[in-house]
Structure formats: structure tokens, C-alpha cells
């Protein structure tokens, strides 16, 4: 709901607070007082096109600002939130617009400057501005729509939630079943693809850490020779060589003497004691060595054969990882490449632990993947199946909205008629005419269009062709109050609602409005006392002496403010009595008909 709406610079308001309340608000005023000003001011502030021209001669710039509550959690303030502007602490959203004498326009949205086409789209969840230059959100088809759509109750809204979740699921469904049919051939060339790779890994069997304990074979067994001499050379070092005929130049030999010469003494002093016992430890321990030393000499053995075979499955296990392994060409399964684990500090730096593993995690996912790629002409044939039981559903579901929709189409255009003919328009007609699409969107399969026969022999047009712009808002006064509570606006603003109407049907057009204001915020600017006197709240547009207007133009009235005013505008004399005396008399109608059911 607006609060408040600041106008400066704008045509000839130089300053003007309009402060709205809820319920029906008007505005009068003298002719030329600027309250057609009022109404330009809305359509600026809701994304309106920004005509220089309308800037006040004299001012740089033309501003509007308004403060309005919303829902926190709402629509409005999400899209606003999207932008970069905020609520203020107490709920209360601050939009405005300015217009630069040169053509420039801004727009800004909860204290965030914001692109103008914002607040067109804020727009149509917070106001409907009916005036002869302004844009109608009921002349938009879709919303249309979804007002007659609310019009027709709550089984429609059971139907609709149905089809869209039909719709929904076959949309859905649908591409699902065009993905899979139109890349079946090159699914088809990826499970080849992917079982060659894994009959190629199967036909090796690797074993994760394989090729680690290779590389080390192929080492030893490579260096056969080498590693059988060191070894001997060491063992005769330590034992010595029993075909050599030396004796004593080996460690175990030295060690012994060493042994003997202490063994004699070590009894008379223990740091000597020690020494000797360690004496006899590493004697000990060069003997163990010497045997290990003659082990191994005895299993290192040239085997040129058995490094044929290593070198041959190094080989074969490295085009696999190659091939298959962290960052091989064929290592992407469906777009995602293969993984391996992290080294860890045990590697020997060469890191084949981890890309066996990779070959061996792109088999288990590659297999996955064939499994999923096989299963396509068992998934296309229940998609196909769905598709067409979904479409069925659609189908159905669409001629029961549409039955549903003329049949509310049919009432609403009773309803409006017969408004119509209270509104000073008794030979209008205006007819809900429903077309289908080319196929079914999410709302339905039906296209709707409000026309307007505005006397008879006229031809049935599009609203917005069918009437003046005296009549269009009278034709859009009698829709929102068929339509009330349907569409979700909650603020309406009319201009020259009233033009070309006086006597009873300005009573009627006070009427109605009094109504629709029972569920929404309305605000009219109007010329009519009688249409006046319903309005729960009066401003009036003051203007100075020279002809502008004051930053105190705008003026809530009071009970006897609003006699005099109605007088005015009855009689053309505030004063008058008798004028005064019609406009007490007016005032206690309207309450009287705005109290009833």
C-alpha cells in the first residue's frame, strides 16, 4: 500500500506531498490545479516514459518519490533485494524517479540505484494506474488471464495446479527423451569406446602398487653383476677369502685378536670390561653379516629372461596409465576425468602406486558408465511411454481449463455489462474471448482477450481500440470490480474515471469505487462531488495565485473541508449555502450506500 508519494519540478507542481491512506482516496482540485500531474507523477514512478517536456519550467529536474509497504518476504521486496536496495526498518519501501531537464532519467529502489525497467516489473504486484497516457496491467493478455482465472474459484485452481504439474513433469519427461534419442548414436560409440578400454585393462590385470615392485625388480635384476661383486667384496672383507691364503686380514679375524688381548686385563678395570664386552658384541655382529652377505650372494643370480618379463609388463602397464590413468586422454568418463588419491609420504616419488590406482578407478567407473549407457533403450522405451501417457494428461487436463475458463468467461462478461450499463455506458458490451495456442504453455493451451462493443453495430476490439479514454477507464473501473479480490494489486489509481458522466451514473461510478477500495487501496482523481463524497479520505490540489503550486498544495480535508470543497464542485461557490447544504446531503448518501452489504 502507498504511504506517501512526494511530487517535485513535475509540470506545473513545483512541490507537493500527497499523503494516502487506506481505503478510497480522492483528489480534486480547480482545472489546471495539476491533478492530472498527480496521476503522470504514478506512472514516473512505476517505470513510466520519461518525457522532458513534463519538467517544470525553471527546475534542473522533475522527482517522484513514494514510500509504500510490502510483504518482507514477498515478491516485491525479493526483487529489490536482487538489486541491491533493502526495506527500511519498519517494513517501508522507498522507490523514486527523476527526470533531468535534458532527457536523463533514474531510478532507485530501496536506497540502491536500480535499472528503470525494475520498477515497470515492481509494477504490476504493486499498483494499476488506469489513465488515458498510462500504461493497463489488465490490457497485458497474460494477466488477464490470471485474473479471470481467480475470478472462476477455487475449482479452476484445483485444475490448473494439476495441469502444471502434468505439464511440468512431461516437459520434463519430454527433453529427457530428446537428450537420450538424438545422442544415442554417439552414446553408442562411447560404450564401444569405454569396453575397449576396459578389455584392455582386464587382459593386464593390474594390481594397485604393481608396478612400484617392478621398477625395483628391473633394478636388482639389471644390476645382477654389479650387486653379486659388491656383495662378495664385502663378504671377504669381513670373513676374508679361504682360497686366497691370506689369513688375518679379515674383520672377524682382526675383531678375534683384538678380543684375545683384552680378555686378560679387562678384569682389573671396569672401563676396560665394558670396552671388551662391546668388543665381543661387534664381533658378533660382523659374523651375523658376514652370513647374511653369503645369503644374498647365493640369491643374486643374472636371470635375463625373468628382466625380459619385467620390462615387458612395466611397459605394457605404462601405455595404461598412459592411456587411463590421471590425465590420459581417454581418462574422461562422461566430461569428469579420473581421480587418484594423494601421494603419500611413503612414495618413492615416481608416483606409479598412484596412477595404477587411477587406471584402476577409471575401470570401476568406466564399467558404471557402460552399465548406465546399456540401460538407454529399456530408459527410451518407459520415457516413450511416459511421454505419452504425460501428453494425454496435458491434453485433458487443457480442454478442462478451457471448458472452465468460457464458462467464467462467459459470467465476467455478463458482470461487466451490466456495470457498464450503471456506468453511463448501457449500450456497451463487452465479451472474454478465448483462443487456443499453437501448444500447450504453462497456463493452459487458451490465449484471452477482453473486448469492447462500445454501441451497438460497433465491432468487438481489443480494449485499448474499443474505447476513448474517458470510457476505458470507466470499462476498466466496472473489470477491477468484477474482477476484485481476483486480481492482486493492491493499489489502483483512475483518471478522468468520471469523464463524460453527471447525475445518477456518477453516484454509480462513487459506488463502485467505494467497493473496490472494501479490498484494495484506491485513489481517483476526479471532477465529480458526487463520485467525491464516497471517498474515505479527500485531498485537495491547492493552487497559488500565479498560478503554481506550493509545497503545501496538497491538503487532507476535514469533515467541514470537504463541504466546502464539494460545494465547490457543485456549485462553483465554496461558500454558498445551499451549495453546502447539497454537499452535507451528499456526504450522508455516500456513507449511507458505502455502509451497505
Do not use: C
Amino acid at each position: 500500500m502507498l504511504e506517501e508519494v512526494r511530487i517535485s519540478g513535475l509540470g506545473v507542481i513545483e512541490d507537493a506531498l500527497l499523503e494516502l491512506s487506506p481505503g478510497f482516496t480522492a483528489l480534486t482540485g480547480e482545472t489546471g490545479a495539476g491533478k492530472t500531474m498527480v496521476v503522470t507523477g504514478f506512472g514516473l514512478l512505476f517505470g513510466g516514459r520519461a518525457d522532458p517536456a513534463r519538467v517544470r519550467p525553471g527546475a534542473q529536474r522533475a522527482s517522484v518519490e513514494g514510500r509504500l509497504r510490502t510483504d518482507p518476504d514477498g515478491p516485491v521486496a525479493r526483487q529489490v533485494a536482487e538489486a541491491g536496495g533493502e526495506l527500511d526498518e519498519d517494513g517501508t519501501l522507498v522507490l523514486s524517479r527523476t527526470v533531468s531537464a535534458e532527457g536523463r532519467s533514474r531510478a532507485f529502489a530501496g536506497g540502491a540505484s536500480v535499472p528503470v525497467a525494475l520498477l515497470t516489473y515492481l509494477a504490476d504486484d504493486l499498483v494499476a494506474v488506469h489513465g488515458q497516457a498510462d500504461q493497463q496491467q489488465l490490457l497485458k493478455p497474460g494477466r488477464q488471464r490470471e485474473a479471470l482465472d481467480r475470478y472462476a474459484g477455487p475449482e479452476l485452481a484445483v485444475v490448473l495446479a494439476d495441469y502444471q504439474r502434468a505439464f511440468g513433469r512431461h516437459r520434463t519427461v519430454r527433453g529427457d527423451l530428446e537428450t537420450l534419442t538424438s545422442q544415442a548414436r554417439a552414446r553408442a560409440a562411447e560404450a564401444g569406446a569405454l569396453r575397449a578400454g576396459l578389455t584392455e585393462i582386464e587382459k593386464l590385470q593390474p594390481v594397485a602398487g604393481e608396478d612400484a615392485a617392478l621398477r625395483a625388480e628391473e633394478d636388482r635384476l639389471a644390476n645382477a653383476d654389479a650387486l653379486h661383486a659388491a656383495a662378495v667384496a664385502a663378504h671377504e672383507a669381513l670373513l676374508g677369502d679361504p682360497t686366497a691364503g691370506m689369513d688375518g686380514a679379515d674383520a672377524v679375524t682382526l675383531l678375534g685378536h683384538a678380543r684375545q688381548a683384552l680378555e686378560g686385563a679387562r678384569r682389573h678395570d671396569a672401563q676396560l670390561d665394558g670396552v671388551a664386552g662391546r668388543l665381543s658384541e661387534a664381533a658378533y655382529l660382523v659374523s651375523d653379516l658376514a652370513a647374511e652377505l653369503a645369503s644374498y650372494i647365493q640369491s643374486v643370480d643374472a636371470d635375463p629372461a625373468r628382466l625380459a618379463v619385467v620390462q615387458e609388463r612395466r611397459a605394457a602397464l605404462t601405455r595404461l596409465i598412459r592411456a587411463y590413468g590421471a590425465g590420459g586422454m581417454a581418462s574422461f568418463i562422461n566430461g569428469e576425468p579420473a581421480t587418484a588419491p594423494a601421494p603419500s609420504a611413503a612414495d618413492d616419488g615416481a608416483g606409479e602406486s598412484d596412477d595404477i590406482a587411477a587406471v584402476l578407478d577409471w575401470a570401476r567407473r568406466a564399467a558404471g558408465r557402460v552399465a548406465e549407457l546399456d540401460t538407454d533403450d529399456d530408459t527410451i522405451a518407459a520415457l516413450t511411454a511416459e511421454e505419452a501417457e504425460l501428453a494425454g494428461q496435458v491434453s485433458a487436463l487443457a480442454a478442462r481449463l478451457s471448458g472452465l475458463r468460457r464458462a467464467a468467461a462467459s459470467r465476467f462478461a455478463g458482470d461487466v455489462t451490466t456495470e457498464l450499463a450503471a456506468l453511463a455506458m448501457p449500450h456497451a458490451r463487452i465479451s472474454a474471448v478465448l483462443s487456443q495456442l499453437d501448444e500447450p504453455g504453462p497456463q493452459g493451451i487458451d490465449d484471452l482477450e477482453i473486448r469492447l462493443a462500445a454501441h451497438p453495430g460497433a465491432p468487438s476490439l481489443p480494449l485499448h481500440k474499443g474505447a476513448s479514454g474517458g470510457e476505458l477507464s470507466r470499462v476498466m473501473l466496472a473489470i477491477e470490480v468484477v474482477f476484485a479480490g481476483a486480481d492482486p494489486v493492491p493499489t489502483f489509481v483512475f483518471d478522468e474515471v468520471d469523464a463524460g458522466v453527471g447525475g445518477k451514473a456518477a453516484v454509480e461510478v462513487g459506488r463502485r469505487l467505494a467497493r473496490l477500495a472494501r479490498l484494495a487501496q484506491v485513489v481517483v482523481v476526479t471532477h465529480l462531488a458526487q463520485v467525491a463524497a464516497f471517498a474515505d479520505n479527500h485531498l485537495v490540489v491547492a493552487r497559488a495565485d500565479d498560478g503554481r503550486i506550493t509545497s503545501s498544495g496538497v491538503v487532507r480535508l476535514d469533515h467541514a473541508g470537504r463541504v466546502r470543497e464539494l460545494s465547490r464542485m457543485l456549485a462553483g461557490l465554496e461558500d454558498s449555502e445551499f451549495g453546502q447544504a447539497h454537499a452535507a446531503e451528499l456526504l450522508a448518501m455516500a456513507a449511507e450506500q458505502a455502509a451497505r452489504p
